[in-house]
């Protein structure tokens, strides 16, 4: 019994970091309406660029290469927006989604160009965990699931509470009526795409605390960032967060019951199960961020 | 001599399978991110039977009807979904297809690969048999291209090209545009399975690795390059893309660059992808349109 509580528990770690990658996404869907699949370039920069700052010139120390590195994550989030997915906006969504793919592929390859293909990790070693009720936790998971509650608690008090959230949800349910209403696009526009890289690269880098970092990484989580999208609804920020949990879960519980290398499979069959069944997510709203 | 051989063999084998994509991408408007599916269903069905023993063009022919099964299969279900999700649900399908192959090992020996696939007997072994198979795969890609050309020139490729414009207009003239989306899906899965079985018998040793995303940006690239729903397009971006490709291998590269050369090579095809989407979408062959 306790060995399912403890992958149940697993899950839960592992899957609140997928909801701070499915939310960024799914904010950048709710918007522009296009799935951004260099979002998951974003994940592997925040962690790539932790392990630039921590290697031999510079020195850092993890903590205080955190910061930094989130920094750089948000100018590759906002130079994706300016050079490429701004010119292109009133374009097909089709072009948008070549060129999201196209941009995806120049980035792993630049990080592949630049650390290698080969798994690395930051060093940091084993810790111990903590026991309680039968069930251990390391210190680091305990890191992942509290960081994860900051930023999701973050980011509801930001949407409910203050009047960037309200003009982003407007936005995002109606994107000319609000622009008529007079609230600035481009404000938005950075708002949106400042979070994302934030939420994506804070996720990435507790991945790589977590296990480690390869080019990679990026597409596989993208893979279940968007499982997460889908099983809220996209658009839907608050669906994204309980999917991500959901596909935590069940990747961690599926463990138990097929071999490993199949692990990915869960994520797969939820995205073509709920595409078939409810495309439009358990907690279906027309669209708009909610 | 035979290196020119080697790279005018891949030409025409990618040339079908660029061919096979462009019927469902260019005149179908159906963003199939996954084809590389059914060219490794081809290229594992033919390895495996005339592995075997049974006779090349046997395998052959299973191989195209397998693939050509595997697509109607997906299309139904997936056909229900549009634009951006139905990309999504193909490139899953392609993921979830190579996790088949790389963990079943007791059919095609997981990440090992499949080793010794026979070429057809009628051919030499080794460097002496590439003229005629040379000679065998420009027969087979001028057949596939008349046959597309003569198809898509025909009322059903019209038929086609008005779903790819407006579903409610082919609805309007009388065109079950289910039906037409699951035949150019067939009809384009059988082709890359045609591509993909080709390629096998000629390299004789394929893995799951082969079968990767990045073997589905490349044709696309190929297909968005020459030019969307045109029918020299994607030769005409084949050839680029390969010999551009092979090409690097004779650059004076200094010892200890060698690392460096694919990543670059993947930077500049996404480069490439993304510039072709800001700058010309249409492509080098733009669609005629009247």
New interface residues.
Partial sequence: MSYYAQLLLNGIVAGSVYALFAVGLTLVYGVFR??NFAHGELIACGAYFVLFLMAAPLSLPLLGAVLPALALTVFVGLAQDRY?YK??RH?S???????S??????????I??VW??DLQTYGIGLTRGVSFFGLSLTWIQMVMGGTALFFLSFLYILLTRTLLGKSLRAVSDNMALADIMGISMKRVGRAVWLIASVFAGTGGILMAVDTNLEPMMG?TNL?KA?AALLLGGAGNVWGALIGGLIIGVAENLGVAFF?P??K??VS??I??LM??FR?RGFFSIAGGVR | MDYALHILILMSIYSIFAISLNLELGYTGLYNFGHVAFFGIGAYTSALLSISGYPVMMSMACAMTAAGAAGALLAVPALRLTGDYFGVATLVFAEMVRLFFLNERWLTKGPMGLPGIPRPSWLNEGVAGMPIYLLFCLVLTSGVFLLVRRLTTSPFGRALKVVREDEYVAQALGKSVFILKIKSVAAGSVLAGLAGALWAHYISYISPGDFTLNETILVLLCVVLGGRGTNWGPVLGVCMVVFFGEAVRFLPIPAGFGRFIAPLQGMAYGMVLVLMMLKRPEGLVPEYRR
């Fill in positions: 296009f799935i490429v010119p292109l374009q969504h089709i072009t948008l989604l070549i060129a793919i196209g941009l995806s592929f120049f980035l792993r390859n630049a592949q160009l290698g293909s597409l893979i968007f071999s290398g199949y990915d499979f797969f069959s995205i073509i595409l078939l495309p």
